[in-house]
């Protein structure tokens, strides 16, 4: 893949040296630039280097499932806590059970803590319940007639929206909630809804006697009458019962902002059966930010069979919600059998909370709900005169590099010397910059992975300077040399770095946690070797070989040909260099 | 830097070079024999893992004065053998997690450690913590592994051949091995640093092995068209062309390392660098080393039993026994010389292809103006 693209600008760094050159440091200058400009000049480190905020969780207690609070629940939920909290696997997160009934959860600093502590705070459980019946969110009996109704629409947040998504046309594939909440905006205005049994209920529904309420045990019908969702704790409340219902049980439940609540069936579709969520910004009807899920296979047929099922009922029966941790954050209408195996939320999400909710039902909910006990900050691991005989360890290792290589290579030392600070000044400020942009957090083994990439980058333009210098002991002057050599040290450098990207992209994509953000490191230390050799090494040489002191191997230059012996052109053995055969 | 200079022509042209093929045995033995080394350390001492892996105990403490690298000294005296992490939490108290321990055992490590600090054994509170390395990360990281062996011995056996994956493997198992039982010796814990450092020399083993084996194909390319070398030899003048290279980037990404093993770890006594560090110094060493001395033999060996290389090694032998014969006859009719002579500079193969065309235009560069 790299290889394509590389191979395609080779032939233009060799027209335009300078050029690429120019364009390098440019590119230098911008991600120095962009350091500066976002106001982080160091890169975020790891806790082992820099310390963090630590969290305690307690697992609460599950209502009617006494031995829920095991060990196998406990690690299970640690599990889904540390890739919530470490997406990517580069922010250097640590999640540990603590006891028989706790979780550790430690972020290195200058990591959001509010967002850390909702993301593994949330339970996340994710449900498809049919509407049995609904209503305005509090306390009945009021005797609110119809009009209140229309009234509901407008105040619900999502009830803006409804005009730019009545002219949708119902495709198949098209999520389910965008379709359904539109006609259900929609029916929602007594003028907009013209079936005469549509605007009937509407009319009948805040009053009790639960309407269609046929299907619905009178416990629950009182406790949907006792409902109240228009107070902050009061929802809370509610939420925290719906959410610890059984699957199975026909429930009552709030709408997330406390306007409208439900008497819900038993679970359709569960949580497990989503198989990936994203956050996607839908342009197309204005939604803003959405939450798009698909579903398993099995789950996707379950939705489909659910979906058909209420596309048959009358209003509000047709409606299902999509219940997250007891609260309903969407409740769309269904007109038809929904095969599409995916499904939205739709509704006030900003990019921050769509990414969230997304990431969270991918992971799955947790098994257990938990309280964060304790939140504290902590030091660095290793203390810090670890990190300084670290650096300055590295730092004679590096000297040891520069003095071989200019004992090695002289003059073309300068060129390995500056291609070595190029890729260190693009790494450097690359995984600044990833800081604030992905939570990248470096820790120690990144860093001596670092210094391991230091010899794989010096590999590639080592392997360039003995094919140089091949060519020239073959009897060829340095242009030439430069040019012939290239394609046979390219093929090599892009055969080899591919071994390495291929082993950083299998494991991003396969692993979680630290072996994640391994991956990552590597990936882009190889990405950065193949860039500064094709687009710095390579240009630089070329551009040095039309220089006397280079081209006229100068004793200091590393390329004399008499010092690199250079063959004669008349080779020894032959006796008579006249019958050379041209092959 | 004339005499290394002029070493590395040589080596280019084949006039000096180790005879690495020849002498495989002796390295194969030696290899052998450090990887059984290896396992038997493995088998008998076992791996010391950290409390990323294995859980351990975890001590709060109150408010103290007592600096984290002097708990974290007074915690491992209390318990010896296992390595203690102090962290300092918000308000002057500290957490001390030491691997290894069970209820029972973490019992007296407390009141130790509350004797140190000087504060009230109760005040300590103890806990008991699972591995932050779970299971979970731990599966699917050798799903990771897996996956990724499947596909690069798919690539290596497309962008070279089947052989050539196989012995990258076999280095690379080695090379493996050989730093974990590195690692069992020792007696170094296990963290998830060590981790990262084996997987770094898996990377860089394969690079390496890559490398060679480019130099390796791009010398054998030919090698059925001409009847001066067999395989072996190509393979053997292939190494020595390409040993400045394999050295030079050797002493380059092993002298960071060693500094930050010898210097960080050894000299300024930074305790948490010498795990890491010494895996990856011994795994370069051995990735470098498996290369050249294991892998291209290998290749070599799987190459001898094809049978069109053992027609090349026939036809070789017997070219030169009928060369041997016209030197022979050479020594009694010195004009008859030059055919033989011609014959074999047309069909110069391998290490230096490029010296095909050169007949006429050789010149000394440099020379030009």
């Known amino acids: 893949m790299a290889a394509a693209k590389k191979g395609r600008r080779a032939p233009a760094s060799q027209g335009h040296p300078g050029r690429t050159l120019i364009l390098v440091l440019i590119a230098m200058a911008a991600l120095v630039g962009g350091m500066f400009y976002s106001g982080t000049l160091t890169p975020r480190l790891g806790i082992d280097l820099a310390g963090g905020t630590s969290f305690t969780l ?383 957090a470096l820790n120690l083994p990144a860093v001596c992975g670092a210094i391991v990439a230091i010899g794989i980058t010096a590999d590639s333009f080592i392997v360039y300077f003995e094919r140089i210098r091949d060519e020239i002991r073959e009897g060829r002057t ?100 006249t019958q050379t055969k041209e092959a | 830097m004339s005499k290394l200079g002029n070493l590395g022509a040589r080596l280019y042209r084949g006039e000096v070079g180790y005879d690495f093929i020849g002498k495989r045995k002796i390295w194969y033995g030696i290899s052998i024999l450090i990887t059984i080394t290896a396992i038997v350390g493995l088998a008998v001492r076992g791996l010391n893992m950290g409390i990323e892996f294995s859980g351990g105990a975890v001590f709060t403490t109150p408010k103290t004065s007592v600096s984290t690298t002097e708990a974290q000294h007074h915690a491992e005296s209390a318990a010896p053998g296992h390595q203690a992490m102090v962290q300092q939490l918000g308000g002057g108290a500290l957490r001390i997690q030491i691997s290894g321990l069970d209820t029972k055992q973490s019992l007296p490590v407390q009141e130790e450690i509350a004797k140190d600090l000087k504060v009230p054994v109760k005040d300590v509170n103890t806990q008991l913590v699972g591995p932050s390395w779970g299971e979970q990360i731990a599966d699917k990281a050798w799903l990771g592994l897996g996956i990724f062996m499947v596909l690069v011995v798919l690539y290596l056996a497309i962008a070279f051949e089947w052989r050539m994956a196989v012995a990258a493997l076999v280095a690379l198992v080695h090379d493996l091995t050989i730093t974990v039982g590195v690692y069992a010796l020792v007696g170094f814990e296990v963290t998830p640093g060590t981790v990262i450092g084996l997987l770094t020399i898996l990377g860089y083993s394969l690079y390496d092995t890559v490398v060679v084996f480019d130099s390796l194909k791009e010398a054998s390319k030919d090698i059925t068209k001409q009847t001066r070398f067999t395989y072996s030899e190509v393979a053997n003048r292939s190494i020595n062309g390409t040993l400045v290279r394999s050295i030079n980037t050797t002493v380059v990404a092993l002298l960071p390392v060693a500094g930050l093993l010898f210097v960080g770890g050894g000299v300024l006594g930074a305790g948490m660098l010498n795990d890491i560090s010494l895996a990856l110094f011994v795994g370069l060493a051995a990735g470098a080393y498996s290369s050249i001395f294991i892998a291209t033999p290998l290749v070599a060996d799987l190459k001898n039993g094809e049978p069109q290389m053992k027609a090349l090694a026939k036809r070789v032998a017997a070219k030169r026994a009928s060369a041997a014969a016209k030197e022979a006859a050479r020594q009694a009719d010195p004009d008859a010389a030059e055919d033989g002579d011609d014959d074999a500079g047309a069909a110069v193969v391998g290490p230096q292809p490029t010296a095909r065309n050169r007949g006429g235009r050789g010149r000394p560069s440099g020379r030009r103006r």
């Open chain 1, 58 to 440: 307690a697992a609460q207690n599950q209502p009617g499932r006494p031995n829920a609070i095991n060990e196998t629940n406990m690690n299970t939920a640690a599990g889904i806590m540390e890739r919530r909290v470490n997406g990517l696997g580069v922010t250097e997160s640590e999640v540990q059970t603590q006891g028989s009934n706790h979780i550790i959860v430690n972020i290195p600093k200058g990591t959001d803590a509010k967002q850390a502590r909702q993301q593994v705070g949330t339970t996340a459980q994710l449900a498809f319940r049919p509407v049995l019946t609904t209503g305005p969110g509090a306390k009945a009996p009021e005797p609110t007639p119809s009009p209140s109704q229309s009234g509901k629409g407008g105040e619900k947040s999502t009830g803006g929206k409804s005009g730019a998504q009545q002219s949708a046309s119902p495709t198949p594939s098209a999520s389910a909630t965008t379709q359904g909440r539109a006609v259900t905006d929609a029916l929602k205005k007594p003028s907009a809804s013209p079936s005469g049994s549509a605007s009937d209920k509407p009319s009948a529904q805040p009053t009790p006697p639960v309407p269609g309420g046929a299907d619905i045990p009178p416990a629950l019908q009182k406790q949907y009458a006792a409902l109240d969702c228009s107070s902050k704790k009061s929802l809370a409340q509610a939420n925290e019962q719906a959410a610890g219902a059984k699957p199975g049980d026909p429930v009552v439940a709030c709408k997330d902002d406390g306007t409208q609540k439900y008497v819900l069936g038993p679970v359709g579709v569960e949580g497990t059966d989503v198989k990936d969520a994203k956050a996607v910004f839908d342009s197309q009807q204005g939604q803003g930010w959405i939450v798009q899920m698909d579903f398993t296979s099995d789950g996707g047929k379950k939705f489909a069979d659910v979906t058909g099922k209420l596309a048959t009922k009358a209003q509000p029966q047709n409606q299902f919600a999509i219940v997250l941790d007891g609260a309903v954050v969407s409740d769309p209408r269904v007109s038809e059998r929904l095969n599409g195996g995916n499904a939205t939320i739709s509704g006030g999400f900003t990019q921050q909370s769509a990414e969230d909710l997304g990431n969270m039902l991918s992971y799955g909910a947790l098994p257990l709900s938990f309280k964060i006990d304790d939140e504290t900050t902590v030091t660095a691991a290793l203390g810090g005169e670890q990190l300084r005989a670290g650096l300055i360890a590295g730092a004679i290792g590096l000297a040891l590099v520069v003095i071989y290589l200019v004992a090695y290579y002289r003059g073309l030392a300068l060129v390995a010397l500056a291609s070595l600070g190029v890729s260190a000044v693009l790494t450097y400020t690359i995984m600044t910059l990833l800081g604030p942009a992905i939570g990248f």
């Open chain 1, 478 to 577: 340095l242009r030439p040399a430069v040019e012939r050599g290239w394609p046979r040290a390219r093929r090599t450098i892009l055969v080899s770095d591919f071994v390495s990207f291929l082993a950083a992209a299998v494991l991003f994509i396969v692993t979680v946690g630290k072996v994640q953000g391994f991956a990552f490191t590597l990936g882009l230390t190889t990405l950065l070797d193949v860039v500064v050799v094709f687009l710095f090494t390579k240009p630089l040489m070329t551009l040095l070989a039309r220089r006397t002191f280079f081209h006229d191997g100068h004793p200091w230059s590393g390329l004399d040909p008499r010092r690199l012996g250079a063959r004669p052109p008349l080779r020894r053995r032959r006796t008579a260099p």
